[in-house]
């Protein structure tokens, strides 16, 4: 049986630098390349193992575990107030998350409403305390946290403003709403403390440490959730419908569980009735390819495997809506299919 990929989504206030801290681990430009610098819609992107364990280096050693999962499928969400309803899908789809927090501006609404999210849903997560690079005086450079935190000893008041944001701003918030949490290299049980992890997506630092929590994280979910394993027809949600040249519109969506094939059904759920087509083509984003603005063209597969996000072309989808759930399926399983979506 394979390992299913886990989910991380990437929630935080609007503006806090959820996409740019994506676009520097991806090495894409997907945030300034967005309609007035704001995130509307949800995206998906694939980070292979290899790239995490490469990013990591010799920091790997500090989370004591062997990492087997194949990668990790990350959800960038929307910060600004307008999209709580993409926020809580993202919250939902998440196995663990990334709270993206300004250390200078602290929590915000939105902060407090993901905090609400992943309380709701019981989602571990870890805290990335985003631009570092503005605390006065602090040196910030790409790399490992952890080397460049042990260079400041040479500005000490960079130090003292690091740690008086990062307890008012963070910690402090964090404990007001119920959790313990602490600088990374402080915690001793990540299942007991939030791990806060400082990084800058501008300058790149923390990227390693920040990867390396989130992988351990992400292994540690994994040993304590049998359900990692793939198995069974395809389980997803829709996050957008396109127009595509030559496809008509095709369904851009994440299969969070089981195997999706070519040539089986796809079963879509929505407010004008349950739509089953058959499908044309699956296609796939290349790995570190936001699915929202792509660099590569999608890749037409046989076969997609849990977690992914994937295009669906398939006749007859106008009527399909996003946040709609849906299945995929052979043609014997379609009634079953159709009745769990009408459960959701
Ligand atoms: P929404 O998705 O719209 O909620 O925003 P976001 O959280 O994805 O933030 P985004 O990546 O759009 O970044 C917002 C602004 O902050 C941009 O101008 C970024 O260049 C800037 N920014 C992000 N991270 C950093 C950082 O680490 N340091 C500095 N100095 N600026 C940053
Ligand atoms: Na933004
Ligand atoms: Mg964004």
Not at 29 to 34: F, H, L
Not at 39 to 65: R, W
Not at 84 to 97: E, F, V
């Amino acid at each position: 049986m394979a390992l299913r990929c886990p989910i991380v989504s990437v929630l935080g206030h609007v503006d806090h630098g959820k996409t740019s801290l994506l676009d520097k681990i991806r090495k894409t430009r997907v945030a300034a390349r967005e309609a007035g610098g704001i995130t509307q819609h949800i995206g998906a992107s694939e980070i292979p193992i290899d790239v995490i364990k490469k990013v990591c280096g010799n920091l790997l050693q500090m989370l004591k575990a062997d990492l087997t999962i194949p990668g990790l499928l990350v959800i960038d969400t929307p910060g600004h107030e307008a999209f709580t309803s993409l926020r809580k899908r993202g919250g939902a789809l998440a196995d663990i998350a990334i709270l993206v927090v300004d250390i200078n501006e602290g929590f915000k609404p939105q902060t407090i409403e993901a905090v609400n999210i992943l309380r709701q849903y019981k989602t571990p997560f870890v805290v990335a305390a985003n631009k570092i690079d503005l605390i006065p005086g602090w040196n910030s450079k790409e790399g490992p946290f952890v080397l460049n935190f042990n260079e400041q000893n040479q500005h000490p008041n960079a130090l003292t403003e690091f740690e008086i944001r990062l307890y008012e701003n963070i910690i402090k918030p964090l404990n007001e709403m119920g959790f313990n949490a602490d600088l990374f290299t402080r915690v001793e049980d990540i299942t007991k403390t939030v791990c806060i992890i400082p990084v800058s997506a501008k300058t790149g630092e923390g990227i390693p440490d920040l990867l390396m929590m989130i992988a351990g994280l992400a292994q540690k979910f994994l040993e304590q959730n049998l359900k990692l394993d793939v198995e069974g027809y395809a389980k997803g949600t829709v996050l957008e419908v396109k127009e595509e040249k030559g496809l008509g519109k095709t369904i851009d969506a994440i299969i969070y569980d089981g195997i999706a094939r070519r040539g089986d059904y796809v079963v879509v759920g929505g407010p004008n009735g349950i739509v089953v087509s058959k499908i044309k083509a699956l296609l796939k984003p290349k790995p570190l390819d936001e699915m929202r603005d792509p660099r590569d063209k999608f890749k037409p597969v046989n076969e997609v495997v849990a977690a992914a996000g994937v295009k669906i072309a398939a006749p007859n989808l106008e009527n399909v809506i996003a946040g709609s759930p849906l299945r995929i399926v052979p043609e014997d399983k379609i009634e079953e299919a159709k009745e769990e979506i009408m459960k959701e």
